[in-house]
């Protein structure tokens, strides 16, 4: 079955339900009882544990990644959270430099605590990669599309290098940015896939989840222990909520693709702006590599304006974009990571990475795309200095 099928049907239909129901119930039940106390019914002992609605969401999600098992958590954080469970102190993370901001903030300032070793780098410079690695490892972070500058980095090669080194090293990949539609990273030699469903799956902005998707089941078994252990789990109206999003998946990302072409083309030849960061453009540096990698660039774009306009007074003046956080939804949004989701990154380390003070973060979203250029437009002409 193709993606835009199973995100309709899996897990779902005749033989999931006593009714017929066609849509999957939201089961409230904390706890279930059984007849005898050896047998769980069907399974089913306590919602932590395991819930009819959260595992049909399970079941899709494993579905759309092509993994051996998935599990939906409470937020993308958690997910990641109860992924490093799979560690023990003293072992190392590489992971790459331009990176989710509330992601360097679990691993610096939750997790080196208990030994953890996490170390840095830009997976573009080859001559540090090759030294890094052969100082060994035990985990592989890396994030493609990057948050905010939209690099992406070579999953296939990442992986195999990692592997080369140590086999049994987790070689994990952030896909919230490209979602299941545009990108596999189990297909590219992924042990993990990572998601914050609060994104492009969810696809509304009403729901705050997670999920974490395995190629091999025996590390699924042992995530699934974790899930239950860690208790970080989402609720069942959640995950309700997460299944409706995933139906039209392949609808909004290609909606959001197009738009987001449009606008990442809009911005290149405005006059005022400095420099757009989108994969699907030609002047984008790893253009060739997406085209590659990836079956679409997404709905992302962050762009720098000149020194002819005021970033601030552009993102406070749009009508259609919303000035928020967070991305992937219906809406447009638009924000400026240096103060706003990039604040947890400390100055230096954003400058490092190339994330300046001027770079601003756009989420397209599905309405008509001459509305959203328009919007950019009118914001533009008072952002000029
Ligand atoms: C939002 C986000 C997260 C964190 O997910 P939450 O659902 O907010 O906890 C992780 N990685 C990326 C790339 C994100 O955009």
């Given at each position: 079955?193709?993606?835009?099928?199973?995100?309709?049907?899996?897990?779902?239909?005749?033989?999931?339900?006593?009714?017929?129901?066609?849509?999957?119930?939201?089961?409230?039940?904390?706890?279930?009882?059984?007849?005898?106390?050896?047998?769980?019914?069907?399974?089913?002992?306590?919602?932590?544990?395991?819930?009819?609605?959260?595992?049909?969401?399970?079941?899709?999600?494993?579905?759309?990644?092509?993994?051996?098992?998935?599990?939906?958590?409470?937020?993308?954080?958690?997910?990641?959270?109860?992924?490093?469970?799979?560690?023990?102190?003293?072992?190392?993370?590489?992971?790459?430099?331009?990176l989710y901001g509330g992601t360097f903030r679990l691993f610096e300032q939750c997790f080196s605590q208990f030994g953890l070793r996490f170390r840095y780098i830009d997976?573009?410079?080859?001559?540090?990669?090759?030294?890094?690695?052969?100082?060994?490892?035990?985990?592989?972070?890396?994030?493609t599309p990057t948050n905010p500058l939209l690099r992406v980095y070579d999953i296939r090669a990442l992986a195999e290098a990692a592997h080369h080194q140590n086999p049994?090293?987790?070689?994990?990949?952030?896909?919230?940015?490209?979602?299941?539609?545009?990108?596999?990273?189990?297909?590219?030699?992924?042990?993990?896939?990572?998601?914050?469903?609060?994104?492009?799956?969810?696809?509304?902005?009403?729901?705050?989840?997670?999920?974490?998707?395995?190629?091999?089941?025996?590390?699924?078994?042992?995530?699934?222990?974790?899930?239950?252990?860690?208790?970080?789990?989402?609720?069942?109206?959640?995950?309700?909520?997460?299944?409706?999003?995933?139906?039209?998946?392949?609808?909004?990302?290609?909606?959001?693709?197009?738009?987001?072409?449009?606008?990442?083309?809009?911005?290149?030849?405005?006059?005022?702006?400095?420099?757009?960061?989108?994969?699907?453009?030609?002047?984008?540096?790893?253009?060739?590599?997406?085209?590659?990698?990836?079956?679409?660039?997404?709905?992302?774009?962050?762009?720098?304006?000149?020194?002819?306009?005021?970033?601030?007074?552009?993102?406070?003046?749009?009508?259609?974009?919303?000035?928020?956080?967070?991305?992937?939804?219906?809406?447009?949004?638009?924000?400026?990571?240096?103060?706003?989701?990039?604040?947890?990154?400390?100055?230096?380390?954003?400058?490092?990475?190339?994330?300046?003070?001027?770079?601003?973060?756009?989420?397209?979203?599905?309405?008509?795309?001459?509305?959203?250029?328009?919007?950019?437009?009118?914001?533009?002409?008072?952002?000029?200095?």
């Amino acid at each position: 079955m193709r993606i835009e099928t199973k995100g309709v049907h899996v897990g779902e239909g005749l033989e999931k339900t006593q009714n017929g129901d066609v849509v999957v119930p939201i089961h409230l039940a904390s706890t279930f009882a059984r007849r005898k106390v050896d047998e769980p019914t069907n399974g089913y002992e306590y919602s932590r544990a395991g819930n009819p609605t959260r595992d049909v969401l399970e079941e899709r999600l494993a579905a759309i990644e092509n993994g051996a098992g998935g599990l939906a958590f409470a937020s993308g954080l958690a997910a990641e959270a109860t992924a490093l469970f799979l560690l023990k102190r003293g072992d190392r993370v590489l992971v790459c430099s331009d990176l989710y901001g509330g992601t360097f903030r679990l691993f610096e300032q939750c997790f080196s605590q208990f030994g953890l070793r996490f170390r840095y780098i830009d997976f573009h410079d080859q001559e540090l990669l090759t030294k890094e690695l052969s100082e060994g490892l035990d985990m592989l972070w890396i994030e493609t599309p990057t948050n905010p500058l939209l690099r992406v980095y070579d999953i296939r090669a990442l992986a195999e290098a990692a592997h080369h080194q140590n086999p049994k090293a987790f070689v994990v990949v952030d896909n919230t940015f490209a979602s299941p539609y545009f990108q596999n990273p189990l297909d590219l030699g992924a042990d993990l896939v990572v998601h914050s469903t609060t994104k492009y799956i969810g696809g509304h902005s009403d729901v705050i989840g997670g999920a974490l998707i395995s190629r091999d089941k025996t590390v699924h078994e042992r995530l699934r222990f974790y899930q239950k252990a860690v208790g970080a789990t989402p609720s069942p109206f959640d995950s309700f909520l997460t299944l409706r999003g995933i139906k039209t998946l392949h609808l909004r990302m290609q909606r959001h693709q197009e738009n987001a072409m449009a606008v990442a083309h809009y911005l290149e030849s405005h006059e005022l702006v400095k420099k757009v960061n989108y994969p699907g453009l030609r002047s984008h540096p790893d253009h060739n590599l997406a085209k590659r990698q990836m079956r679409g660039f997404s709905g992302m774009v962050s762009f720098e304006l000149n020194d002819n306009a005021e970033p601030v007074r552009l993102i406070e003046s749009t009508k259609v974009f919303a000035l928020a956080e967070s991305l992937g939804g219906v809406e447009s949004l638009i924000e400026h990571p240096a103060s706003m989701t990039h604040a947890s990154m400390p100055k230096a380390e954003r400058e490092k990475v190339g994330l300046g003070d001027g770079l601003l973060r756009i989420s397209v979203g599905i309405e008509h795309k001459d509305d959203l250029i328009e919007d950019l437009e009118q914001a533009l002409n008072l952002a000029r200095r």
